[in-house]
Structure formats: structure tokens, C-alpha cells
């Protein structure tokens, strides 16, 4: 089953009165089960691509599919939907809620989603035990470790259950032993059918990957097999 679809995705931004391309005619399939890395330098585009595929911008141009939506021309607050229905999204920085605990965290996409308490608070903690952190689920973020909040936020993003997991930079403000933990978990919701698509520039974070592509100056270069023996 195809996941998403990009045709001809082009993307410009106005640099005072001239506009300046920043993605060019970008073509991607994902399919189910597909667990991918793009790689690519800083100001290569990558981040700009990955803000248009989890639907917080649009492209000037091309067509988007997303689990057998078209995107093309979707208001922001259908956008929204889409991105709340089908994306689950783990950045950098964890952006945890300082205040609530880890299974509240969480909860937090549940909440928006109208989901029961009793509902919540279990997928919550299921989601924590299914990244080995079922003995913090009553700790603040500032009681855990920075691969800990990590694992937090991957539990979060994962427990709507979504089409596509959207990974930008996972590990990049982690030391390498949680980085390692991180990218195991990653290793293993892949083996159980996730679907995930990986920003990174780090070309050992790619080698995890089945399937690793390249972005270069706006432009979606190669495409070569990943695993253990990428070079």
C-alpha cells in the first residue's frame, strides 16, 4: 500500500522581489513499511521537504498523496486534520509539555483527538512500555535523561497509530549511547511495520535505514539500499 506520492514538487521562497527555489521537481513514493532516510548538508532542503511531507507548508507547485488523499489546494485547517489523522513527528528537540508527566505527554494527541480518558491513559502507557520506559511514566521531563525525553516524544508520535512517522534530526541532541537507544527503537518499530521517513545528515543515522536518498540544492539526487553495509 502507498503511503505518500510526490510529483513534481517544487517549492520558492521570496528573497525580496525574486523568488528562489529551494526544492525542484522532487519525486518520492513511500510505501508501507518503507523505513527511509534523507540525507543532506544544511540548507540543502531537506527541512523544507520535510515541513511539506507532515503538512506544515505547501509546495508552490507539483501534487501531494497521503494515504490516497490529494492535498493540492487543502486549507490549513484541512491540512491540520490530514497531519493529526496520518503523521506522528519526533524532532530534535522533544518538545515535551515541562509541566505534565511522561504519560501525559504523551496523551497530549489523544486529548486533541477526542479519544476517552480511560482510552488515553492506556494507549499512553502502552506506547511507554513499547519503548522501555514503563518506570518513568509518572516523571517530569526535567526528572529524565535527554535519551529519555527522546523516547517519550517516540512514544508520543507513535500513539495515534499513524500512516507515516516523520523523523527530523532524532538523535541530533543526544549523546551517542542514547542516540544508539533511540535509533534501536527506531530499528524496531520498522521490523514491526512502521512506516518512517528520516531526515538526517548524520551518514551513520542513515545506515539504519532500508532505503537511504540524498538532497542536494533543493534537488532528490540517488537512491541506494541501506542497512548495515552502506557505505
Do not use: W
Request: proline share 4%; with cysteine; net charge negative.
Amino acid at each position: 500500500m502507498r503511503i505518500l506520492k510526490l510529483t513534481d514538487i517544487c517549492k520558492d521562497y521570496m528573497q525580496g522581489k525574486e523568488p528562489v527555489r529551494v526544492l525542484k521537481n522532487i519525486h518520492l513514493e513511500v510505501e508501507q513499511g518503507d523505513y527511509i532516510a534523507i540525507m543532506g548538508p544544511s540548507g540543502s532542503g531537506k527541512s523544507t521537504l520535510m515541513n511539506i511531507i507532515g503538512c506544515l507548508d505547501v509546495p508552490t507547485s507539483g501534487e501531494y498523496e497521503l494515504n490516497g488523499n490529494n492535498l493540492r489546494n487543502l486549507k490549513d485547517d484541512d491540512l491540520a486534520d490530514m497531519r493529526n489523522k496520518y503523521i506522528g513527528f519526533v524532532f530534535q528537540s522533544f518538545y515535551l509539555m515541562p509541566k505534565m508527566e511522561a504519560v501525559d505527554n504523551v496523551a497530549l494527541p489523544l486529548l486533541y483527538a477526542d479519544v476517552p480518558l480511560k482510552e488515553r491513559r492506556q494507549r499512553a502507557e502502552e506506547a511507554l512500555k513499547a519503548v522501555g520506559l514503563e518506570e518513568r511514566i509518572h516523571f517530569l521531563p526535567n526528572q529524565m535523561s535527554g535519551g529519555q525525553c527522546q523516547r517519550v516524544a517516540i512514544a508520543r508520535a507513535m500513539v495515534t497509530k499513524p500512516a507515516l512517522l516523520l523523523a527530523d534530526e532524532p538523535t541530533g541532541a543526544l549523546d551517542t549511547k542514547s542516540g544508539k537507544q533511540v535509533m534501536d527503537i527506531f530499528d524496531e518499530l520498522s521490523d514491526n511495520g512502521m512506516t518512517i521517513l528520516m531526515i538526517t545528515h548524520d551518514p551513520d543515522i542513515a545506515k539504519r535505514a532500508k532505503k537511504v536518498y540524498h538532497i542536494l540544492d533543493g534537488e532528490l539526487l540517488t537512491n541506494q539500499e541501506g542497512g548495515a553495509g552502506c557505505e
